[in-house]
């Protein structure tokens, strides 16, 4: 008889979904196959407890199916803190389509997917995220109500990259007022790390504001025609955690703020646009803190993009959107003063706050 040796980096396989952290009891896991389109997908539903979930579709070439299981179970929950923290009447949920969206994405697949998301009766209301674009919303709404952020000419909000561009800049301020005594960003050294849309927008509000801005991402050409447009720098070396800076803004994928970065991160405030920046919350959050740098929840200050789109479920204009993603500064100050006084990190501050919301809405539920 033999018998087989899982390595401690295996063991986790035993209890793929469950038993994960990430888990966190979901309300639902559904995986989609469609063999004729080529579509693998996999949506997260983690609780709906102050509405329908709403939260993004994201396509990316993941390594396995482990990674993109992992990752929408942490987006997915990501989704339900920051509606809940906003003020949204909404769960959270989020999606992920595994493949490559420049070579694999094709209208049938979005169909495909979109009719995956109508089985869901609307428990579960789709968005578009990276990969994704507000024309490939427009499709998934040919077979669904059940999808936002689709063009402004189909009556929708359109693209909410820019509004979640602006929510973090209002929350990076919020952290200069905390940590500098001035929410002035100008002559700030701002690492901007991923310049895809949101990115960009991003970019654009620092140089206007006068900050010195350094870009870095892993596309070249992205690279070139943003320091064309903006004259910010590129960033040439290779480990722009040990370089000068005051503000480290991530804006691609997560988990940025890891055990091999944060002891050489030269930062003293991180607030940026990508979702799950700590690769550990609490681990990392404790650490951040103990260190003197401010971070600035992402669930909180990325949040314009929810608060775009939760628009055409709310039908209010873009006056009202811009004043509710403006009010990211004054819950951000509110969340940093509150972990000072209590003597906690700002993800646990902000996630009390958040999960206070819904435990009050739970009980109002049962009466």
């Not at 803004?249 to 607030?271: S, W, Y």
């Not at 100050?333 to 739970?362: G, Q, S, W, Y």
Request: hydrophobic letters at 35%.
């Amino acid at each position: 008889m033999t018998t087989d040796v899982l390595s401690s980096k295996e063991l986790y396989k035993i209890d793929p979904v469950f038993g994960q952290n990430s888990f966190d009891d979901h309300e639902q896991i559904v995986f989609c196959n469609d063999k004729d389109t080529g579509l693998k997908a996999i949506i997260g539903i983690h609780n709906t407890v102050l509405g329908p979930a709403l939260g993004g579709t994201r396509m990316w070439n993941y390594a396995n199916e482990w990674e993109a299981l992992n990752d929408v179970l942490r987006l997915s929950r990501g989704m339900t803190f920051k509606s809940a923290i906003t003020g949204l009447n909404l769960g959270g949920g989020k999606a992920v389509i595994i493949g490559d969206a420049k070579t694999q994405k094709t209208p049938e697949l979005m169909r495909s997917f979109g009719e995956y998301v109508h089985s869901l009766s609307g428990k579960y209301i789709t968005a578009e995220d990276v990969g994704m674009t507000t024309e490939d919303m427009d499709i998934v709404r040919e077979v669904t109500p059940y999808v936002t952020g689709i063009s402004e000419s189909k009556g929708g909000a359109g693209n909410p990259s820019p509004i979640t561009a602006y929510g973090v800049f209002m929350g990076m301020k919020a952290a200069a007022k905390f940590q500098y005594g001035s929410e002035i960003l100008e002559d700030k050294k701002v690492c901007v790390q991923g310049i895809g849309h949101v990115g960009e927008a991003l970019v654009e509000h620092l140089v206007n504001e006068g900050a010195i801005v350094t870009i870095a991402d892993i596309n070249q050409e992205r690279l070139e025609e943003v320091r064309s447009k903006y004259g910010v720098t590129i960033y040439g070396g290779n480990d722009i955690y040990s370089e000068a800076m005051d503000i480290y803004a991530p804006c691609a994928l997560g988990a940025t703020i890891n055990d091999e970065t944060i002891h050489k991160l030269q930062a003293t405030i991180v607030a940026g646009a990508a979702n799950n920046q700590l690769a550990d919350e609490n681990k990392h959050g404790k650490i951040l803190q103990e260190r003197g740098i401010v971070y600035a929840p992402d669930f909180l200050i990325n949040a314009g993009g929810i608060i775009n789109v939760y628009a055409e479920l709310e039908d209010y204009d873009k006056q009202e959107i811009m004043r509710k993603t403006e009010n990211i500064y004054n819950t951000t100050l509110e969340i940093l003063d509150n972990a000072k006084v209590n003597n906690i990190t700002t993800h646990t501050a902000a996630l009390n706050i958040a999960r206070e919301r819904i435990e009050t809405r739970k009980r109002e539920n049962s009466k």
